[in-house]
């Protein structure tokens, strides 16, 4: 299922309501245990995998997890290998059908044995250095009593670098792309009703980790539009569930605002003619989720 959740990329892949406020901006505890867990397992970390045919993917993100306590892969019904290469790279694997990405995730941290959960997709990767950063503030947050502490963040965002075709993305909303990955199970959970965009609601601060994990975008331009238009679905489920209003103005000026808010207002213009072709994708999602309600709404159902 790779970029699950994200809706599409250069999104946050999960937003979050905190109660005690956001948190510094890199938790102090890395700096103090860095040096102290540069190896050995992460004290309580399962790093989550939500599938759905992803053979192609899986090995190489599997292999970037290696140094957690435990991978769980969480399948919704994969007809590749996918299983098969969860299974023989070690990691449990469940199955759960595939309703939204916000219960997935959920789903996922009720199978969690570990008082911290790392939600990674199968196109994305941890590289070292952000694998030692968790492991020192997990430490530094303790998996027993100090980490259960109320002052303590209960969740982390980490930044995430997008590769498209090569290319290093910079602006235009890639980077750093936060994302709301790290979670301390117990105190985080996901709002069932958000079909994308999912949105944790954290019971606590919520820290920001330093490294970057490494998302692999789309291998082609036909990848994409097909992710656009499931996300875009989507999208258009949840205006509908909230009533969003759709006006004939909206077909022109929300998609151009959206071009404008990528490539000018988030730098995308630093990506040349590469940032200038997302932002004409991330206009096209918004016409095509814009189009969804509509037909929807005249009784013709979703194209």
């Given at each position: 299922m790779t970029g699950a959740g994200a809706g599409p990329p250069g999104m946050a892949g999960a937003g979050s309501r905190t109660r005690s406020g956001t948190?510094?901006?890199v938790d102090p505890a890395?700096?103090?245990?860095?040096a102290?867990?540069?190896?050995?397992v992460a004290p309580g970390v399962t790093a989550v995998v939500l599938t759905l045919d992803e053979a192609v993917h899986l090995p190489d993100c599997l292999a970037s997890l290696a140094w957690a306590d435990g991978?769980?892969?969480?399948?919704?019904?994969?007809?590749?290998?996918?299983?098969?290469?969860a299974r023989a790279a070690g990691a449990t694997v469940a199955h759960h059908p595939f309703e939204n990405y916000s219960r997935q995730r959920q789903h996922a941290l009720d199978l969690v044995p570990t008082p911290w959960v790392l939600f990674v997709d199968a196109d994305e990767r941890v590289?070292?250095?952000?694998?030692?950063?968790i492991r020192a503030v997990v430490g530094g947050a303790g998996a027993g009593a100090a980490g259960a502490g109320q002052d303590r963040p209960a969740a982390y965002w980490i930044p995430r670098r997008n590769d498209f075709w090569g290319h290093r993305l910079r602006g235009g909303g890639w980077w750093p792309d936060h994302q709301l990955r790290l979670l301390r199970v117990g105190r985080v959970r996901y709002d069932p009703d958000r079909a994308v965009h999912e949105v944790a609601e954290v019971d606590g601060p919520a820290g920001r980790l330093a490294e970057p994990m490494v998302h692999l975008n789309y291998a082609s331009r036909r990848e994409l539009r097909a992710k656009q238009v499931a996300y875009a679905r989507l999208e258009a489920a949840r205006r509908l569930a909230a009533g969003a209003p759709v006006r004939p103005h909206h077909f022109v000026a929300q998609p151009l605002r959206e071009l404008w808010r990528r490539f000018v207002t988030l730098g995308g213009w630093r990506d040349g003619p590469l940032g200038l072709e997302l932002g004409l994708w991330m206009?096209?999602?918004?016409?095509?989720?814009?189009?969804?309600?509509?037909?929807?709404?005249r009784g013709r159902g979703p194209a």
């Open positions: 948190g510094p901006p890395v700096g103090a245990a860095s102290a867990s540069a190896s050995g991978v769980v892969v969480l399948d919704s019904g994969s007809t590749d290998a996918t299983v098969a290469i590289p070292p250095a952000l694998a030692a950063e206009a096209w999602y918004e016409l095509r989720a814009l189009w969804l309600v509509a037909i929807a709404r």
